[in-house]
């Protein structure tokens, strides 16, 4: 386990939470006012009422819930989104409406998964000359077939 410092920037923020034993992802939840109507082929930024601190070594993934993406067409752009071990902010989440209808979201409607994930710093070592040659070679999108 690794300690995350969450805090609630309202007393009636709900906290995320882990639905089942085995889950991998706490559920976000909404923190709106009124509901949001989220018309097809549109995007809206929800607040959820939180803000995180945890380790350098780490970052907060938010993805989408399956759930919601099978029976609605609703997913967050940017999937996954990165919340960086510096930032301070309230955590906000991307919704888009892939579907043909519009799509209500309501305060306390679970609307993300978030997801802590550890993270390698890269060290780049720059050449002049070739990389190391391999099958796949400079073949781009779809080079390895259907």
Known sequence: MVKVLIRKLDPAVKLPEYKTYGA???DIIAFIKKPISLKPKMSSIIPTGLSVAFSKNY??????R?????????????TPGTI???????IKVIIYNHGKEEFIINNGDR?????????????????NG???ETIR???????TGK
Request: no cysteine.
């Open 137 to 143: 070679g400079e073949g781009g999108f779809g080079s």
């Open 84 to 90: 960086d071990s510096d930032y301070r902010g309230e």
């Open 130 to 132: 070739d990389l190391p």
């Open 24 to 26: 991998s992802g706490m």
């Open 59 to 64: 970052e907060i993934q938010i993805r989408p």
């Open 66 to 78: 399956s759930g919601l993406a099978a029976k609605n067409n609703i997913t967050i752009l940017n």
């Open 111 to 127: 609307i993300a998964q978030m997801i802590l994930s550890p993270v390698l710093k890269i060290e780049l070592e720059e050449t």
